[in-house]
């Protein structure tokens, strides 16, 4: 890693991350949308979904819990669990956009209905603690995420899936709940809590050590003997269908790491959606799933940014004076060239050290003519909106410095991440047309 | 103020911030405050800048006037574990369950448990009380689930005395469920004035009142000030580019109309984000229910932003 100098820019060096190249090849087949919530996610998957379509591919957008005016701008605002074609969709390569919300209840009814015959499985979706795994577990939504993943994948009616990742706790949960769930589904406690079940009675003692019926016996204490019975009926009747969860989720976490799919983490400008990013990174590094980069939504910029946040909020606490103390008053740069640091510094000390003796204004006959010229009254509101225009141009140099200070600390952790910039919009998106707005920030490069 | 107080709100709208600065408002003269967080993120920690926390309560800030702040970030496993060796003195038989998945299963997968431990642990911290009879906490702050969450983690009874009807683990929710719907809890919600969070907001509160939850304040953070409004802006862009530019050059700032398009066009940006927030601010308004309002913090929320957010929150009446 080189050293970089106060001066310049840690972002310089960062390689630009090119979305229109990604989405164009017909090699992408699945982009992962993750970050951590509240960076916009949902929208960024959306409107990557519609340019992918306008561009001539065929786009399912699988989201999982989006807003309600992000869902109906694509027309999805019922919860169904199948891919509606989104209208409105332009371009003339025959690409069409599909857009789907995830309910996982749903979805994991679904997975119980295809593997079991139908007694056994509606003694599964009767059963209590079914219902609750299903319906609330904290990873069952990050589990069907995946699994509907899968099934669309399967279904090879689109070439390209771009999903996004459930609002965890945790913006890593979605990796680990898959296996959570597998694991548990076919893992030891489960086959331990099925065994009485299955042997019965005494004869199942001979393999069951003393943990074992410590531990059945201690969980009937703490969740009470009917919960522990529901659980095991449960386990019972899933019996055929562990080996099948097992699979599915080994099956699902191979194909994030197939050369087709594309990770992209998502991220504000701020201290802890960029540290989720970064640990993100890390974890994909680790599991070997292929990172396309680093959307950075709601960065601010400003065509301004060669005045200075102290040069203005100077300047605009000097107008304020010059109102009160004499209109005319004002130190006026006549020589014309562009202010020199020194310069600089006795405005800012002016500006903190008040009452300041003025520069006695010399005479300038342009000037003093042109003042003359406007109403009096016009002049106080002129001042008083430029000193507004200043106070806000201040105010946002100071948040280009913030925000350009936690990139940079992400960047000299992983100077090798392409980044992505979205121009921060001053409000929300309602429709395709504003997806599409941002489909043109999130590929307008550097 | 209630005794129990929880932080619930969009991811990005700065709950862990919020329920931080609420805690360091709340320990004025001499009184002590815990902040618990609940989801392993660690964001105390990070937020005042220390290592990462252990499952244990350690003073973390000191307040103006002399109170203190104590942290703590529960953790769901150790919860059990404790929990397990107070009622039935367990011991090393714990591990042999850690080994078996059954705490696993109990803490990440049988649903429910998870939040009962963790609101639990909470309830606990409010209620304790030192040999002189007095509470160990003034207040207890919890820096809880998002929005979306809230309602579901902090209405443990209906998960779990559906599912665990008898047994401690019962009596547990039980007792949670009582602390948490008396006066003595308050649960707020922070926002932004934009759509999709207030939106979310109002989502929120609905399901708290259905769930008979007791819902506090509005939390309205980062409200940036309004430095120019839409007539005034209007007015700008006619025509006295010109006059700005040569009132800029009056106090030294060089660029003329050059300039003075993108200042224009920055404010008019400002000007519709006034806009939209006033049209958010009567959303939150028709919801009928109290707020407080925190500034915007242009540097980000440091822990001299912390200071100053807790200094807002009691001239806004907080520990008051």
């Keep these: 890693m080189t050293e970089k100098s106060p001066e310049t820019h840690g972002l310089d060096a ?60 694509m027309g999805i605002d019922s919860l169904d669990n199948t891919p509606r074609k ?57 589990y069907m995420a995946m699994e509907k993943l899968g099934q669309l994948r399967a279904r090879d009616e689109w070439d390209l899936i771009v999903v996004d990742t459930p609002p965890s706790r945790s913006a890593l949960d979605f ?8 694991s548990f589904l076919d893992g030891k406690f489960i086959k331990l809590l099925m065994a009485p079940a299955k042997v019965g009675g005494r004869a199942g003692m001979k393999f069951l050590n003393v943990g074992m019926s410590m531990m059945t016996g201690t969980l009937g204490k703490l969740l009470g003997g009917q919960f522990l019975k529901d659980v095991q009926t449960f386990v019972a009747a899933m019996d055929t269908m562990f080996g099948g969860f097992r699979t599915r989720a080994d099956a699902t976490y191979k194909l994030l790491q197939a050369p087709g799919t ?137 948040v280009l410095a913030r925000e350009q200070r936690t990139r940079d600390r992400f960047t000299a952790l992983h100077p090798e991440v392409a980044v992505t910039e979205v121009a921060a919009l001053p409000g929300d998106v309602h429709d395709l047309a504003g997806l599409r707005a941002i489909g043109d920030r999130l590929t307008a490069g550097r | 103020m209630s005794r129990l107080q929880v932080v619930s709100g969009k991811g990005g709208t700065g709950k862990t911030t919020v329920a931080a600065a609420l805690a360091l408002a709340l320990a004025t003269e001499g009184k002590r405050t815990l902040l618990v967080e609940v989801e392993g993120r660690q964001g105390i920690a990070q937020l005042f800048e220390t290592e990462a926390l252990p499952y244990e309560e350690r003073k973390i800030a000191v307040a103006p006037g002399g109170g203190e702040v104590y942290a703590l970030a529960i953790d769901a496993e150790r919860a059990l574990l404790d929990y397990l060796q107070m009622f039935y003195k367990l011991g090393t038989a714990g591990r042999a369950l850690k080994k078996l998945g059954a705490i696993d299963f109990a803490t990440t997968i049988a649903p429910g448990v998870r939040d009962v431990l963790l609101t639990g642990k909470a309830c606990e911290a409010v209620r304790r009380r030192e040999k002189h009879g007095g509470h160990t906490y003034d207040h207890v702050v919890m820096d809880a689930p998002p929005t979306g969450r809230i309602t579901r983690f902090l209405n443990v009874n209906d998960e779990v005395a559906g599912l665990a009807r008898i047994g401690p683990i019962h009596n547990q929710a039980q007792a949670v469920m009582r602390v948490l719907k008396s006066p003595e809890t308050a649960v707020h919600l922070v ?21 008979e939850l007791p819902v506090g304040r509005v939390v309205v953070n980062m409200v940036r000030p309004h430095v120019l409004d839409e007539a005034a802006v209007r007015a700008a862009s006619g025509d006295h580019r010109d006059a700005i530019a040569r009132t800029l050059a009056s106090v030294g700032v060089a660029g003329g109309t050059a300039l003075v398009e993108p200042l224009l066009d920055q404010a008019s940006e400002h000007a519709r984000r006034v806009e939209l927030e006033r049209a958010q601010r009567a959303v939150l308004d028709a919801i009928g229910v109290p707020s407080y309002e925190l500034p915007f913090l242009g540097d980000g929320a440091d822990i001299a932003g912390l200071y100053r957010l807790a200094k807002e929150l009691r001239k806004q009446g907080v520990g008051a």
């Design chain 1, 262 to 398: 594309a990770f992209l983490v998502v991220a504000t400008p701020e201290r802890d959606a960029l540290r989720e990013a970064a640990y993100f990174v890390e974890r994909l590094a680790a599991e070997e799933m292929p990172l396309a980069g680093l959307v950075l939504n709601r960065v601010h910029g400003s065509a301004a940014a060669l005045l200075s946040a102290e040069r203005a909020r100077a300047a605009a606490e000097n107008l304020d004076e010059g109102r009160i103390v004499d209109q005319g008053a004002g130190k006026t740069d006549r020589s014309g060239s562009p202010a020199t640091e020194p310069e600089l510094s006795d405005l800012a000390t002016a500006a903190t050290a008040p009452p300041v003796p003025q520069a006695a204004p010399t005479a300038d006959p342009a000037q003093e003519s042109a003042v003359d010229d406007a109403e009096h009254g016009d002049d106080t509101d002129v001042r008083h909106l430029t000193a507004g225009l200043l106070r806000l141009h201040a105010e946002r140099m100071r």
């Design chain 1, 175 to 182: 990796l680990d709940a898959p296996k959570r769930l597998g």
């Design chain 2, 191 to 211: 926002t932004l004035l934009e759509e999709m969070p207030v939106q979310e907001t109002a989502d929120g509160i609905a399901e708290l009142r259905a769930a």
């Design chain 1, 86 to 142: 989104v209208d409105g969709i332009k371009g003339s390569d025959g690409g069409e956009l599909h857009a789907m919300m995830l309910d996982m209840k749903r979805t994991f009814d679904e997975i119980v209905e295809a593997h079991a015959e139908p007694d056994r499985a509606r003694a599964i979706l009767e059963n209590p603690f079914y219902q609750s795994l299903s319906a609330g577990f904290a990873g069952t939504q990050e």
């Design chain 1, 14 to 73: 960062v390689p630009v991350l090119d979305l229109d190249p990604l989405i164009d090849d017909l090699g992408t087949r699945i982009i992962v949308c993750c970050g951590a919530g509240g960076v916009g996610k949902t929208t960024t998957a959306a409107a990557l979904g519609v340019r992918a379509a306008e561009r001539g591919r065929r786009v399912v957008v699988l989201t999982i819990d989006p807003a309600r005016r992000l869902a109906q701008s």
